[in-house]
């Protein structure tokens, strides 16, 4: 099974800072990986897929980079509503395996 | 709009039994590759099953395998886990989650989610 390590676990920022949260995959997984937002007692939602493909009617604020084991997701300029959990997902192979999530909150 | 509503989540014995249930609409179900993903208490994400569209491909995770079958009904635009054998550590919301489209493995959308709860 393919592992997917993410950090920070936890990162406090202001309004209006950069905010970059990484993935590293056990191994190579090419760009088959998603970024996905979740609020408390939501369900997750998809930001970024194919590494570095935005979603519809997601900010641009929000993107994604990197290739084979190692991702960044980027919020440019942080916002109060991006306070959320933040995971990474490997879709090279079943089974599909999450990172432990990154909780993003404003100070 | 694309939707997904489980149902069928409560509170159940150990080595009980439960049969959860996805209403699809908004879009061709009979097209979408579906999925069951569940997050503990607390916890992060965990991929659970996947079903190709004719339902004849059929994926599970290790940590349910021979506990669990997923299903369809395309005709009822509807997804089903049956879960036998329940232990402590499926107490979760189960969610299920279209695959956004053919040949790719993102989670697009995702349904409310359904709380399961194996307790004596």
């Known amino acids: 099974d393919i592992q997917m390590t993410q950090s920070p676990s936890s990162v406090s920022a202001s309004v209006g800072a950069r905010v970059t949260i990484t993935c590293q995959a056990s191994q190579g997984i090419g760009s088959w990986l998603a970024w996905y937002q979740q609020k408390p007692g939501k369900a997750p939602k998809l930001l970024i897929y194919?590494?570095?493909s935005l979603q519809s009617g997601v900010p641009s604020r929000f993107s994604g980079s990197g290739s084979g084991t190692d991702f960044t997701l980027t919020i440019s300029s942080l916002q109060p509503e991006d306070s959320a959990t933040y995971y990474c997902q490997q879709a090279n192979s079943f089974p599909l395996t999450f990172g432990g999530g990154s909780k993003v909150q404003i100070k | 709009e694309v939707q997904l509503v489980e149902s069928g989540g409560g509170l159940v014995q150990p080595g009980g039994s439960l049969r959860l249930s996805c209403v699809a609409s908004?879009?061709?179900?009979?097209?979408?590759?579906m999925n069951w993903v569940r997050q503990a208490p607390g916890k992060g994400l965990e991929w659970v099953a996947f079903?190709?569209?004719?339902?004849?491909?059929?994926y599970y995770a290790d940590s349910v395998k021979d506990r669990f079958t997923i299903s369809r009904d395309n005709a009822e635009n509807s997804l089903y886990l049956q879960m036998h054998s329940l232990r402590a550590e499926d107490t979760a919301v189960y969610y299920c989650?279209?695959?956004?489209?053919?040949?790719?493995?993102?989670?697009?959308?995702w349904g409310q989610g359904t709380l399961v709860t194996v307790s004596s």
């Open positions: 989650a279209r695959l956004r489209a053919a040949g790719t493995r993102w989670f697009d959308p």
């Open positions: 194919d590494a570095s």
């Open positions: 079903i190709s569209i004719s339902g004849s491909i059929i």
């Open positions: 908004g879009f061709t179900f009979s097209s979408h590759e």
